[in-house]
C-alpha cells in the first residue's frame, strides 16, 4: 500500500511531486527543442531565405527550388505567398516591415508600391556589384525600379499591355491594324460594327493604370516631381488630362463599351472578346496563353502597339510587373543578393514567361529558346518595343494616396466628362494635405 | 441562517425610497465582485487599452510608413472628418442600410419565428432549414450573392427579367441603389434567422393561457397578435432591434466583396478600415474609429432609453 510521504508544511502527494518531475522534464523537452531550433535556424544549418511572393501558377516556387539547387547548400528558398491584390499585398508586407519581422528575405514587390516601401526604407538598394551582375532591364522596368537615383529592386519580370484584336472584326471594320490607331478609331470602329472594347474600369489600380496610360499618351503626367511626396505637384488637371478624360467619355457613352464597364477589369474583358462581338480589348502580356486552348479564337487574334491618345502622339503602355527586393530586416543580405541574382537570370527570366505568360524584363531572357518556341516572333518583338515606350506610374511614396483619390473621382467611366480632370486635381491635393478623406 | 429582512432599527436609520442591503446581500455581493474581478481585468486589458490608445492615436498625424513624419495635431482629424462630405455621405449609406434591413429583417424574422414556434410536422427540418442562412460564413454569403447578381454569370438576371424594372443587361454593382439593393439582399438573407431566434425565444415568453383566454372571448387571429402576442414579447422585440441594428450599423464584409464601395456603397466601417489598414494613416482612422464606437454608443442608449428596453426582462428575470 502506498503511504504519502509527509514532508515539511504538510503533505506532498504523489500527484504533485509527480507533477515537479513533468515541469522539470518539460523545460529539458523546451531547452533541446530550443537548441534544435537555433541549429536549423542558422547556427549550424543551411540558411533559410523567406521569399514572400504574389500569386501566380507555380513559376516563382519553381525558381525558388531551382536556385536552392543551383546554390549547393549555400542557401534554401522558401516562398509564402502573398494575396491575390496587389493592394493587399502591399498592405501585408509593410504592416511586418513596419513591425520589424526579421522573417523576410526577399520580396516579390508591384511598381505601384516600390517607392513607398524604398522611402520608408524597407528595402535594400541594389548594390553596385551585384548590379553589374544583373541580366541589363529594359528601360521602363529600370524606371520602375528607381527611386531617389538609386535601383532599389532588381527587375524581374515586366508586364505590358497591347491592343489585341480580332483580326476579322478589324477587316470588317476597314481598319489598317499595320499603323497606329487612336482609341477614338477603335471605338467608333467597334461601336459602328457592333463590337466591343474591352479596358479595365472597376474602382481599383487597374482603372488608374488606364488613366495613367492615357494621360501619359497625350504627352502628359499625373504628376510631375513625384519623388517630393506630399509636396509633388499634381497635373492631372491639363490638357493631356482633358484628352484622356475625353476618351473614357467617348467609351462609357458608345455602344462599344461593355455592360459591365463600371466593373470590368483583366479577368472580365476576356470572356466577352471571345463572343461573336468581341472586337478590341486592352490587357496584358498573359493574353496569349489564355486563348491558346481556344483555337478559333487564337487563329482570329491580333496584336498592335496600344492606342494613340492623340493621333501621331506616339502611345506610353502601362507597365506593370515584378521586382525583387531585399528586406532591411533580413539576417542574410548576403546570401539574399545571391539569390537575387539567381531569380533573375535570363534563364529563368524566359522558363518563367514560358511557365506563366509573364514576360522578362530584359532582352536577355527574351533569347530564352523555349520561349522563342512557344511565342510568334512579331509578338514577342511587340513586347519588347512595348516596355521600352512604356509609362510606368509615378515613383511616389503616396501613390496609394494618389491613385485612391484618382479612383474616387474618374469612377465610374459613366460620370468623366471635361470637368473631371480639375475636381480630381482639386482633390488629390486636398488629400496629400491630409484636408479631405480618401 | 442569515435573514434578508431588515431590521427595524436599520428601517428607521433608512431615508425613503433607499433599499438596505442585508449582510448576506452585502456579503454575497463582495463575492461576486471577487469572483468577476478577474474578467474585468481581463476585459480592460483587451478591450479599454485598445480604445485609450486608438483614442491617443487619433491626436496626432501619423502614417506607418512614414513614422518620422508623426506629430500631435490635436483634434484636427476630428475637424477634417466632421467636416468631410465623404463622412457623412458614408454614414447616411450605413444608416440607410441599418434602417432598411432592420425592418425588413423584423418582419420576415417573426414570420419565421411564427413557422419554428407552430409547425407540427418536420418541425426539426423546419427549423435547421430557416437557420442555415446564419451558419453560413458572411464573406462567403457575399461572395454567392455577388456571383447571383452578376451580370456575366449571375441568375437574378435571367431567372427575374420578365419583371418591368429588370433588363437581362442589368449591371446590378454599376449604380448607386441597384448595388445598395443587392448589398442589403444578401445582408438581409444572412442575418434574418438571426432575428428570427431572437423573436422565437420572445414568442415562447407568450402564454399560452392568455391566447385560450382571449380566443374564448372571441378575439380575432389579428387581434391576439396585435393585442397579446407583440405587447407580450415587446422586450425580446427591442433586444432582437438592438441588436441587429448594431450589427447593421457595423456592416463590412457585404461591401467588401460585393462592390469594395465602388458606386458610394461605402459604410462607416469600411471608410474606418480603409484609413487605418489601407492607406496605414493610423492617426485619422484611429479618429474614424473614436467615432464608430462613439455612433454604436449613441444608437444602443437611443434604443434602450426611446424604447425602454429592459434588457432583465428579455432574459425572463423580470
Known sequence: ?438 | MSTTVATPAQSAKTPPGKVVASDRAVAENRLGQKLVAPAVVIMVLVTAYPMLQALYLSLFRYRLTTPEDKGFVGLSNYGVILGDSLFWKDTLNTVIIMVVTVAIELVIGFAFAMVMHRIMIARGLMRTAILIPYGIVTVVSAFAWQFAFSINNGFVNSWFHWLPWISPQQNWFGDHWHAMFAIMASEIWKTTPFMSLLLLAGLSQVSEDMLEAAQVDGATWTQRLYKVILPNMKAAIMVAVLFRALDAFRIFDNIVIMTAGAQNTESSSFLTYRQVIQQMQLGMGSALSVLLFLAVLVIAFLIVKLFRVDLASARGEG
Open chain 1, 1 to 438: 500500500m502506498h503511504v504519502p510521504r509527509r514532508s515539511r508544511g504538510g503533505y506532498s502527494s504523489p500527484g504533485r511531486s509527480g507533477s515537479r518531475r513533468r515541469v522539470v522534464g518539460s523545460f529539458a523537452a523546451l531547452a533541446t527543442a530550443a537548441g534544435l531550433l537555433s541549429a536549423c535556424g542558422g547556427g549550424g544549418g543551411t540558411p533559410t531565405l523567406i521569399w514572400y511572393i504574389n500569386p501566380d501558377t507555380g513559376g516563382q516556387a519553381a525558381i525558388a527550388s531551382r536556385c536552392t539547387a543551383a546554390s549547393n547548400g549555400a542557401y534554401k528558398i522558401e516562398t509564402q505567398v502573398l494575396p491575390q491584390d496587389a493592394g493587399q499585398q502591399r498592405v501585408q508586407l509593410a504592416r511586418r516591415l513596419a513591425a520589424g519581422d526579421s522573417s523576410i528575405d526577399l520580396m516579390s514587390i508591384d511598381p505601384a508600391f516600390t517607392a513607398e516601401f524604398a522611402a520608408a526604407k524597407y528595402v535594400v538598394p541594389v548594390p553596385d556589384d551585384v548590379k553589374s551582375k544583373l541580366p541589363q532591364a529594359f528601360k521602363g522596368a529600370i524606371t520602375a525600379s528607381t527611386w531617389d537615383g538609386k535601383e532599389v529592386v532588381a527587375p524581374f519580370w515586366s508586364n505590358v499591355q497591347t491592343l489585341w484584336y480580332r483580326k476579322s472584326f478589324a477587316q470588317k471594320a476597314g481598319l489598317d491594324m499595320s499603323q497606329p490607331v487612336t482609341w477614338d478609331q477603335i471605338i467608333k470602329a467597334a461601336s459602328d460594327n457592333g463590337g466591343t472594347v474591352g479596358v479595365q474600369a472597376n474602382k481599383y489600380e487597374g482603372y488608374v493604370v488606364w488613366i495613367n496610360a492615357l494621360v501619359m499618351g497625350a504627352g502628359g503626367n499625373l504628376v510631375t516631381d513625384p519623388g517630393a511626396g506630399v509636396d509633388a505637384k499634381i497635373d492631372v488637371n491639363s490638357q493631356a488630362g482633358k484628352d484622356a478624360a475625353s476618351v473614357i467619355d467617348a467609351l462609357a457613352h458608345s455602344k462599344a463599351a461593355e455592360p459591365d464597364l463600371s466593373v470590368s477589369n483583366e479577368g472580365t474583358v476576356l470572356a466577352p472578346f471571345a463572343t461573336p462581338q468581341g472586337a478590341f480589348q486592352v490587357n496584358w502580356t498573359f493574353i496569349y496563353q489564355n486563348y491558346a486552348s481556344d483555337k478559333a479564337t487564337l487563329n482570329d487574334l491580333g496584336w498592335a502597339m496600344y492606342p494613340e491618345t492623340v493621333q501621331g502622339t506616339p502611345s506610353r503602355p502601362p507597365y506593370g510587373g515584378i521586382g525583387i527586393g531585399v528586406s532591411s530586416t533580413s539576417k542574410h543580405t548576403d546570401l539574399d543578393w545571391k539569390a537575387v541574382e539567381c531569380i533573375t537570370s535570363p534563364d529563368n527570366q524566359g522558363q518563367y514567361a514560358v511557365d506563366t505568360g509573364n514576360m522578362p524584363s530584359s532582352a536577355a531572357g527574351y533569347s530564352y529558346g523555349k520561349l522563342t518556341s512557344a511565342y510568334p516572333a512579331s509578338l514577342l518583338q511587340l513586347f519588347q518595343k512595348s516596355v521600352e515606350a512604356a509609362g510606368p506610374r509615378p515613383l511616389s511614396p503616396y501613390w496609394s494616396d494618389i491613385s485612391g483619390a484618382i479612383q474616387s473621382t474618374w469612377h465610374p467611366a459613366g460620370s468623366v466628362s471635361s470637368s473631371t480632370p480639375a475636381s480630381s486635381q482639386t482633390f488629390i491635393q486636398q488629400v496629400l494635405e491630409g484636408k479631405k478623406l480618401l
